[in-house]
Every structure is written in structure tokens, then in C-alpha cells.
Nanobody, 123 residues
């Protein structure tokens, strides 16, 4: 049973920073691509940032230069550092794991496992 547990969401003012974390098992961490998605009310879920098993990362254009995805193999944790947050970053953020390809890291269809989501609100 694959579990992805997000933490770190909350409210922040525009221009502020926030870090999201997603903890999982060692097996899931090592054998899957990992990514962050978000979904705002009335909008489709979209890929924000992804990292494959060899460390290759990709970002949505809307967050390039502001967000950084990283992972810690010691704790099997995925992170999303978000800087210079904007109101349009407000959404439910989800951690995802799946055996996809690096060129599909931001494609929802490539992910089988999802966390429960954590809300990020930028005002």
C-alpha cells in the first residue's frame, strides 16, 4: 500500500515563501518519479514540478525561477520550496508518485499514487 503524506501548507501573503513536504516509503521514493501538482477551484489539476529517479527536474513555466523541487533520500521525503508566492498560486497541492517518463513528469496521467493534498492560500 503506497502512502504519500503531504505537510506544510497554510496561508501566506503574496511575495512570501512556503515549503511543502511529502513523506513516503523507501521503496516508493526509490522506484518512482515524484511530482507536485495543484488544483484550484474550478480548474483542472496541473503539474507544478517533477523529479525523476535520476534527479532530472522539470517545472511548469508559471513557477520557473520561483519554485524548487528536491528530495531527501535519508528521510524519503519530497519537498517543494515556493518563493515569491502569488495569489494565483493558491490551490490544493498534491504529491504524486508514478513510473512515468521524464518528458511526462508534469502529466497527470503518468501518476498512479496521490497524497491527500495540502491547501496553499496566498493573499
Amino acid at each position: 500500500h503506497v502512502q504519500l503524506v503531504e505537510s506544510g501548507g497554510g496561508s501566506v501573503q503574496a511575495g512570501g515563501s512556503m515549503t511543502l513536504a511529502c513523506s513516503t516509503s523507501e521503496y516508493t521514493y526509490k522506484s518512482n518519479c515524484l511530482a507536485w501538482f495543484r488544483q484550484a477551484p474550478g480548474k483542472e489539476r496541473e503539474g507544478v514540478a517533477g523529479i525523476d529517479t535520476d534527479g532530472t527536474t522539470t517545472y511548469a513555466d508559471s513557477v520557473k525561477g520561483r519554485f524548487t523541487i528536491s528530495r531527501d533520500s535519508r528521510t524519503n521525503t519530497l519537498y517543494l520550496q515556493m518563493n515569491n508566492l502569488r495569489r494565483e498560486d493558491t490551490a490544493m497541492y498534491y504529491c504524486a508518485a508514478g513510473r512515468t517518463s521524464w518528458w511526462l513528469l508534469l502529466n497527470v496521467a503518468g501518476y498512479k499514487y496521490w497524497g491527500q493534498g495540502t491547501q496553499v492560500t496566498v493573499s
